[in-house]
């Protein structure tokens, strides 16, 4: 697992993944174009269960939710930020992709983290430091753990399995 970190604010959704690659809903095409506009080598090198730590307003601009399914396709585990925009926030979750707010933090490149969403933490274990995250309501927990909304609402038998 890496850690890729972007310590800037208001990372928007265009930058996420730009619109011209929004047409379509092959998801190794969104991945292989995740975050091109800030770091042209980010998809590839990240792969599965790693970590993307930002500064805050993560996920502005547009409410499109292949912002964060691109960020899921390309294998990033868990989004940590010091804050999201609302709708990237609920679209992540949506979708099963974890979204943590710790504020404020020393987290560089490299570094070793690990997120407990039951505790609401970040352990940077780098430098031995532990962050208390925003703690996620019950329903959004169980929302991830059932691996998005829809499936969520299919365990609950709220939605059409047809």
């Known amino acids: ?7 800037i604010d208001h990372i928007d959704t265009d930058r996420i993944i ?10 190794s095409q969104l ?21 993307l730590v930002a500064g805050g307003n993560f996920g502005c601009g547009s409410s499109r939710e292949q912002a964060p399914i691109a960020l899921k396709a390309a294998g990033v585990s868990v989004v940590v930020a010091e804050y999201f925009a609302r709708i990237f926030f609920r679209n ?3 979708i099963g992709l974890p979204a943590v707010e710790i504020g404020k933090h020393d987290i560089l490149p490299g570094h070793a983290v690990q997120v407990d969403l039951q505790a609401s933490t ?4 780098t430098t031995g430091r ?3 995250a925003t703690k996620m309501p019950t329903v959004m927990l169980k929302i991830l753990q059932a691996g998005g909304l829809v499936a969520y609402l299919r365990e609950h038998g709220q939605y059409p399995t047809e």
Not at 43 to 50: S, W
Not at 122 to 125: A, D, L, M
Request: proline content about 4%; cysteine-free.
């Open 122 to 125: 970040v352990k940077n274990h």
């Open 31 to 51: 991945a292989a174009h995740v975050l091109e506009d800030l770091d042209a080598d980010f998809a590839k090198n990240v792969q599965a269960g790693d970590v």
């Open 92 to 94: 992540a979750i949506n």
């Open 18 to 27: 730009p619109g011209k690659y929004t047409k379509t809903l092959d998801l």
């Open 130 to 132: 532990t962050y208390t």
């Open 1 to 7: 697992m890496t850690t890729h970190v972007y310590p």
